[in-house]
């Protein structure tokens, strides 16, 4: 079956921009996170999803940063006002609701903002 | 203070060998998950293995198992019989809580495996 899959793979802005990170995850998951991950460092938290609404979102920086999913499948990761410490690759994961013991990882968005 | 803690930033592994890749964590949670991922120059997170804190023995998938020592805290992966498609980023996780909470990432140690 398909993976979770992450739209686009590459994203070049500028500062300032406002840019929008797709995520679909496996089908049938209710769960699902995103993580950003700077180079040379593991992935970091920024939100996660139960269904459709936002369980805990204490990873996300500050008010510029904003996620959705609003019927319970695809979400979309809103970057306003981008800064070039936003670069990083932002991953989505899902997790299906029977099984706390993996995350499946999409391909990642790589995100400049020069 | 760091919740996960992986102290080899690269190691250089003989092909056909057996390695060790460390980690440690810190948690005052009863309830909590460790997982370990793989991460090729393609960027993809790839599961390998997971150990729940109450789970009595260690967790073994294939070449792939893990040595858990819950009053040391220490939850480290050895990858048996190392193959050249061993070389990429390894990451430590851990979940805190019964659920589908968060993961907690390392910074993850690079193995190469040597020809």
């Known amino acids: 079956g398909a993976g979770v899959s992450q739209t686009p793979s590459n994203k070049v802005t500028e500062k300032g921009k406002y840019v929008e990170l797709r995520c679909d995850p496996i089908s049938g998951h209710t769960a699902l996170y995103w993580y950003r991950q700077s180079l040379g460092q593991g992935p970091e938290f920024l939100i996660y999803?139960?269904?459709?609404?936002?369980?805990?979102d204490s990873g996300l920086p500050n008010d510029r940063f904003f996620a959705v999913r609003p019927e319970g499948s695809v979400s979309t990761l809103k970057i306003q006002r981008t800064e070039r410490g936003d670069s990083a690759v932002y991953l989505c994961?899902?997790?299906?609701?029977?099984?706390?013991?993996?995350?499946?990882f999409g391909p990642g968005t790589r995100l400049t903002v020069l | 203070a760091q919740k996960i803690t992986q102290t080899q930033p690269g190691m250089f592994v003989q092909e056909k060998e057996a390695v060790t890749l460390d980690c440690t964590y810190d948690?005052?949670?009863?309830?909590?998950?460790l997982f370990w991922y793989k991460q090729p120059s393609s960027g993809e997170m790839i599961f390998l293995i997971y150990?729940?804190?109450?789970?009595?023995q260690n967790a073994t998938e294939g070449r792939y198992s893990l040595n858990f020592q819950k009053a040391r805290k220490s939850a480290n992966l050895v990858i048996s019989a190392s193959q050249l498609g061993d070389s990429a980023m390894y990451f430590c996780a851990m979940r805190e809580g019964g659920g589908n909470e968060k993961l907690t990432f390392g910074t993850g140690t690079r193995l190469t495996i040597i020809p």
């Open positions: 999803f139960q269904g459709t609404g936002a369980a805990d």
């Open positions: 948690t005052s949670d009863p309830s909590y998950g």
């Open positions: 150990q729940g804190s109450y789970d009595q």
């Open positions: 994961a899902s997790s299906p609701a029977q099984s706390y013991n993996e995350q499946f």
